[in-house]
């Protein structure tokens, strides 16, 4: 799968993709991060991305020249499996069963706000798709797009060392986990500063454990969640 970034700050990605299974999946030729400066897409020498707001108001708004041109130029051809997606406080919300479905694409194109948004012409003839990671306001899209980006790849089949770890995981309703929060986990050493681990999860009794595990994360989601529980 590809994913492409659209940003004027594209520095902002040095670090969010060079670490632990996003990498690992990059190295391993199961996914593309490719990162595009909005500014290449500017005609005039001071690559101008922001104007004033029609109407008047606070701040700037991303033009929408240069994103339509950047999109334009990077598929010259839109094809159903390629997604323009604009990252935006009012857009749907974000979870896992979105990112489910982005693993359905080949290629996702991110689009990062900045100022105030991004001309709604965008969102209206550009993006097939604007979404918002959670009910607060980030300074810009680049933080929210790198959210999707490690959300989704790590969904995509062999991303994950062992296949079926996601199906575990909290909101998958995929697996056991039926949309729940995930159940809690411990390690060694079986006792720590006088707390003892459950001592179901010592007996080897594979069918027990499933259920306590079971137990453990509805009980987790009705305490921190229980609007997960409808
Ligand atoms: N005036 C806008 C906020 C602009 S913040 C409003 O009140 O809705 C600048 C940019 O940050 C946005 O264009 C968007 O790309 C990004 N952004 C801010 N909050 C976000 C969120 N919760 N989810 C996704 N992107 C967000």
Not at 13 to 33: N, S, T, Y
Not at 151 to 160: D, E
Not at 193 to 215: A, C, Q, S, Y
Request: aromatic content about 8%.
């Amino acid at each position: 799968m590809i994913f492409h970034v659209l940003t004027i700050f594209p520095e902002f990605f040095e670090g969010p993709f060079a670490h632990g299974v996003v990498k690992r999946g990059k190295d391993a030729g199961l996914l593309d991060i490719r990162i595009h400066n909005l500014r290449e897409w500017t005609s005039d020498r001071h690559k101008t991305v922001d104007d004033r707001p029609f109407g008047g108001g606070e701040g700037m708004v991303l033009k929408p020249e240069p994103l339509f041109a950047a999109v334009e130029s990077i598929w010259p051809e839109r094809q159903p499996e390629r997604k323009v997606v604009l990252l935006s406080a009012s857009g749907r919300s974000f979870d896992q069963a979105v990112a489910n479905s982005y693993t359905r694409e080949a290629e996702l194109l991110l689009i990062c706000g900045r100022y105030e948004g991004v001309d709604e012409r965008v969102a209206e003839h550009l993006a097939d798709d604007e979404i918002s990671i959670g009910n607060y306001v980030l300074s810009g899209g680049e933080l929210a797009a790198a959210v999707v980006i490690d959300t989704v790849a790590r969904l995509i089949p062999g991303v994950l060392g062992n296949e079926t770890s996601a199906a575990f995981d909290s909101f998958q309703d995929t697996g056991h986990g039926e949309g729940l929060l995930d159940c809690p986990h411990w390690t060694r050493p079986a006792e720590f500063r006088g707390w003892k681990v459950p001592e179901v999860l010592l007996n080897g009794n594979h069918e027990e454990i499933r259920r306590f595990r079971k137990k453990l994360a509805r009980e987790k989601t009705a305490r921190w969640r229980p609007d997960l529980l409808v």
